[in-house]
């Protein structure tokens, strides 16, 4: 069982508009809701690859109800969130269908207790004892620590559970500190963490500072891993047009399917970059367009080289 961690879980509710102007009223021409949160996207994308998955995180009020009834609907998904008092959050995707740029608006979550935060805490622990990896992903919701990455990682550590971090700003800069297994940043975030643009040095870097492997997620020029197998970088064979949101988190779902696989690095590469860029021809996080997947599977470029350690 792979388990995904989405403390900052949400109902993403995508709309889609003809063309999306600045202070003028929109005709919504299609609504789509769907459980959402980095590691709820992560957990459907897996199951869509036939892998079982529990997703945890907490989980609240009348948004909160619908994202349980969703998630227990999905084959393959097993919902272990933990309840708070406070309701999830709602995300809004805005499409624009002329241009295909999508407008996130993202609510900031429920706050925690600390009393909520412990029972997580030892449901987490309970959770690994039948996990084969363990994905933790997005933002953390107000009340929890700056720091929880970082504890988490260790018990995964200790439980001797890979571990993926698929986070930014101070949580990520924490998290590494606690050695992951995995990190999967984009370019804003890589850059963020070790004040570095150029992403071949900034990789190395994140390596440095605890990360053992780094995959970082570049827009359309695909994804650049360094490893301590050797470094890569996995390229589509053209840019696709449609909506990104998730394509990150379909690399994710990529990295962990081939991790559990065994497969070898460049091979994982080709599943995450061919995942990510079939994410965007989807319409909304979450899910992929299958045939475009299989077809790019036999397309992705890796380059790279393997270490001589």
Same mark, same amino acid.
């Given at each position: ?21 600045? @202070? ?94 412990? /029972?997580?805490?030892?449901?987490? #622990? ?60 984009? =370019? ?7 004040? &570095?643009? #150029? ?6 870097? %994140? ?13 359309? #020029? ?11 970088? =996995? ?5 696709? @047009?449609?909506?990104?949101?998730? %394509?990150?988190?379909?690399?994710? %779902?990529?990295?962990? &399917?081939?991790?559990?696989? @065994? ?10 970059? %061919? ?9 909304? /996080?979450? #899910? ?22």
């Amino acid at each position: 069982m792979i388990l995904t961690v989405t403390l900052n879980t949400a109902l993403d509710i995508t709309y889609r508009v003809r063309s999306l102007r600045p @202070h003028a009223s929109h005709r919504v021409t299609e609504v789509t809701e769907r459980p959402g949160g980095k590691g709820v996207n992560v957990a459907r994308v897996l199951a869509a690859l036939g892998h079982g998955v529990t997703v945890t995180g907490f989980v609240g009020g009348a948004t909160g109800r619908v994202v349980q009834e969703q998630l227990t609907a999905t084959p393959g998904v097993v919902d272990a969130l933990v309840p708070v008092g406070g309701a999830t959050r709602r995300t809004i995707a805005v499409v624009d269908a002329q241009t295909g740029d999508t407008t996130q608006l993202n609510e900031p979550g429920p706050t925690v207790t600390p009393a909520e935060w412990s /029972a997580f805490q030892e449901a987490y #622990e309970d959770l690994l004892a039948s996990a084969s990896a363990v994905a933790l992903c997005g933002s953390l919701p107000p009340g929890v620590p700056v720091g929880a990455y970082a504890g988490l990682i260790r018990t995964a550590r200790s439980a001797g559970v890979p571990i993926l971090l698929d986070t930014s700003g101070e949580a990520l800069r924490r998290g590494v500190a606690a050695r992951p297994d995995i990190i999967k940043p984009n =370019a804003d975030e890589l850059a963020e963490l070790t004040g &570095s643009h #150029e992403p071949v040095r900034a990789t190395q870097d %994140a390596r440095r500072r605890g990360a053992r492997a780094v995959v970082a997620s570049l827009g359309a #020029e695909g994804l650049l891993a360094a490893t301590p197998e050797g470094r890569w970088r =996995a390229t589509p064979p053209a840019r696709v @047009h449609g909506n990104p949101t998730g %394509a990150g988190d379909s690399a994710v %779902a990529g990295l962990l &399917s081939g991790l559990v696989d @065994h497969l070898p690095w460049p091979d994982r590469l080709t599943r995450a970059a %061919a995942l990510s860029a079939a994410t965007v021809l989807a319409p909304v /996080a979450g #899910e992929f367009d299958r045939a475009a997947y299989e077809e790019l599977l036999g397309r992705v470029a890796v380059t790279g080289e393997v270490s001589a350690a």
